[in-house]
């Protein structure tokens, strides 16, 4: 039942481990990998949640988690207030229709067999929105208009357009159904810089139409920066830091995340660093990740205690929260 | 000023395919001095790595380098000396062995694909230095741990025995760029070499990129898509699109006053990490396909400042300021005819 202050979307301690087997006739698990180690956080209507982080730190895995391509190993992932962690794949069909997902790179997300409006008809048919390929061919025109493209695209295959324009039909594909939810997985990471730039517009604008609640996955800082209300700092499976968009970019608190913001780049020449927090040496494997805090082999501040418990997530402002032993309250 | 060590002057390198010419790079011109790093920037598909692969003599068929002439100040070939430069691209056979490696060396993208996954580090950096060098395998060995520490590898002489898959991809790159810098070359070239890279080992790259440069003094080509690298790192900057410089300039000229519609509307359609952006202008339209392009601005279709003239011919590589490049027929700001026109920055 929805009411007026529930979240559109609410993950709590959500958890994602894989197991890692050996042997060959008595095949068992040596190893765990937990690649999401119980995040939290929600996403209201016609905002959006950026999870940044760098390779390997979980945030396609929690993205993928959410959506149940993956099976949660533990925590919520309540829609509209319901917990659809533990439901089967057929209870989940009515969600389907409120969450869909767009990924980094439309050429292998979109069938090169298949025209671009036998594509885009299938999640119009499945979820019984129109009745046949007919008219679908009319909701598809309109639809394709506002990603952009022209209705006589349809009748082409996904080969005969650029980069930029198969991510606008991957994104079309996704909101055929209205969805209120989308998964962007580095939506824009496989895009030049001037298609770029038109993506995330569209995005913005489409957002604002559909009322939807954005979950943007992205290693590119500048672009979260650009289209997050909130985002979540995430290293080895768990956030630094997470809440307010400007107050964490203006002055971050967790040492991973000042890091992070000073190792990139920015375009103006007389803004070149000098850079006091780089970090030296690579994020350790999630497979054996150190004890305490998963940071403290990389970070300038590592102090004892640092060793033996993980900080828990204290928030240092409002709506800013930190994970580090550096800030208690 | 000093003369620059290369100079590339109207390069064009066509690849014939059986649907035509894909004429991936059309007119490119610039410079290299001791000391400097030229940043060349583009989408994809706009002819900047041709233009590198052109210089380094590694164009295969179906390409091949179709017009103009690189000029490397080099004591090699005295046979093809002119004026102390000779034309790379009249080198013949194995020629260019002599040339790539020892004085030109350049930097790939991706550090799993440019190592070979069956041999030690040992192996693939003594093979560099003992090749050019002429020094045998103990002497060799030497230089190579040298260079390993040099480019900040921990326990150098415990990573020459690895394969390449036991080193992360920062670690490559530094193998990488030890292989390079291992026979102190003039030139450096590096392609997107921090691309495949996170952001936080990407900025331990540029500083160890900056602090070699700073050491060797060699000119480094430095290629990118990201106009923020190219910010950090670059004195110059040469803009591609389509094949061609679209603008050519030092970098406080290109990032603050370019002229050029193409590089003006790039920079204000990226997002900025440092300050909060209400909207992004995006530039409309597609990148151009190279294949049968017609003989005209590749801008053309996607410019807000087209002109009749545009319709009629390519504009030249034309010279508005100090060192400052532009084609177009309608820069931005009002344009100085340079009477005594100069090439690139000669």
Redesign the interface.
């Known amino acids: 039942m929805m009411t007026d202050n529930q979240k559109l979307l609410e993950v709590k301690d959500l958890k994602k481990s894989f197991p890692i087997k050996a042997g060959f006739l008595f095949r068992h698990t040596v190893a765990t990998v937990m690649a999401v180690d119980g995040i939290s956080f929600s996403i209201d209507k016609n905002k959006t949640f950026g999870l940044v982080g760098?390779?390997g730190c979980g945030k396609t895995t929690a993205g993928r988690s959410i959506i149940k391509l993956l099976e949660p190993t533990g925590g919520q992932v309540l829609v509209n207030g319901e917990d659809i962690a533990p439901k089967k794949e057929r209870e989940l069909i009515k969600y389907r229709r409120e969450m869909q997902i767009v990924f980094q790179d439309p050429t292998s997300s979109l069938n090169p067999r298949m025209t671009v409006g036998q594509a885009l008809s299938e999640p119009l048919l499945f979820h019984n929105i129109v009745k046949n390929t007919k008219e679908a061919r009319e909701v598809l025109g309109e639809l394709l208009l506002s990603v952009g493209m022209k209705p006589y695209h349809l009748d082409r295959y996904p080969h005969q357009f650029?980069?930029?324009?198969r991510q606008r039909i991957a994104i079309a594909r996704a909101i055929t159904v209205d969805p209120s939810l989308i998964i962007l997985d580095e939506p824009t990471s496989a895009l030049?810089?001037?298609?770029?730039?038109?993506i995330?517009?569209l995005l913005?604008r489409i957002q604002e139409r559909l009322n939807a609640g954005y979950l943007f996955i992205s290693?590119d800082?500048?672009?979260v920066?650009?289209?997050s209300d909130e985002v979540g700092i995430m290293y080895l499976g768990k956030f630094v830091e997470t809440g307010d968009t400007?107050s964490i970019?203006d002055h971050p608190l967790h040492p991973y995340s000042q890091?992070?913001?000073?190792?990139?780049?920015?375009?103006?020449?007389?803004?070149?660093?000098d850079?006091k927090h780089?970090?030296?040496g690579?994020?350790p494997s999630p497979i054996n990740r150190p004890s305490g805090c998963f940071f403290r082999t990389r970070c300038p501040h590592a102090m004892d205690v640092c060793a033996k418990d993980y900080p828990e997530l204290v928030e240092m402002e409002k709506n800013h929260f930190v994970s580090c032993h550096l800030y208690k309250k | 000023m000093t003369e620059p060590i290369l100079k590339v002057r109207n390069l064009r390198t066509y690849f014939s395919m059986a649907e035509g010419t894909v004429k991936a790079v059309d007119d490119v011109s610039f410079s290299v001095h001791d000391d400097e790093v030229i940043g060349i920037v583009g989408e994809t598909g706009s002819g900047k790595s041709v233009t590198v692969k052109s210089v380094c003599g590694l164009i295969n068929k179906p390409g091949y380098v179709a017009g103009g002439s690189i000029l490397f100040k080099t004591a090699e070939f005295p046979k093809l000396q002119e004026n102390g430069y000779v034309d790379l691209t009249k080198l013949k056979g194995d020629q260019f062995t002599k040339v790539r490696g020892n004085h030109i060396s350049i930097i790939f993208q991706d550090p799993m694909t440019s190592l070979n996954p069956i041999f030690t580090i040992r192996k693939q950096l003594l093979e560099t230095i003992m090749f050019h060098q002429k020094i045998d395998e103990k002497q060799a060995e030497q230089v190579a741990i040298q260079m390993l520490e040099k480019v900040g590898l921990p326990n150098p002489k415990e990573r020459l025995e690895n394969y390449p898959f036991e080193l992360s991809g920062g670690q490559r790159q530094r193998v990488i760029i030890a292989i390079g810098i291992s026979c102190n070359p003039e030139i450096l070239v590096a392609d997107e070499p921090t691309t495949a890279l996170d952001v936080t080992v990407q900025a331990q790259i540029l500083e160890l990129m900056k602090d070699l440069q700073k050491e060797y003094h060699s000119g480094l080509i430095f290629i990118t898509h990201d106009l923020a690298v190219i910010a950090e790192m670059a004195d110059k900057v040469m803009v591609m699109y389509g094949g061609k410089t679209m603008e050519y300039a030092d970098v406080y000229t290109v990032f603050e006053k370019p002229q050029h519609p193409y590089t003006k509307l790039l920079l204000e359609c990226i997002p900025r990490l440092d300050i909060r952006q209400d909207a992004l202008n995006p530039i409309p339209g597609q990148p151009p396909t190279m294949l049968n392009a017609p003989d005209l601005c590749p801008f053309l279709p996607r410019c807000p400042r087209k002109t009749a003239e545009c319709l009629k011919q390519v504009p030249p590589l034309e010279q508005i300021g100090d060192n400052h490049f532009v084609r177009c027929f309608n820069p931005f700001g009002t344009k100085v005819h340079v009477v005594n026109e100069k090439r690139a920055d000669e």
Do not use: N
Request: charged fraction near 25%.
């Open positions: 760098e390779s650029s980069g930029g324009q030049d810089v001037s298609v770029q730039a038109q995330i517009t913005k290693h800082l500048s672009v920066r650009f289209i400007d970019f890091a992070l913001l000073e190792a990139a780049p920015i375009p103006d020449p007389r803004a070149r660093r850079r780089l970090i030296g690579q994020v």
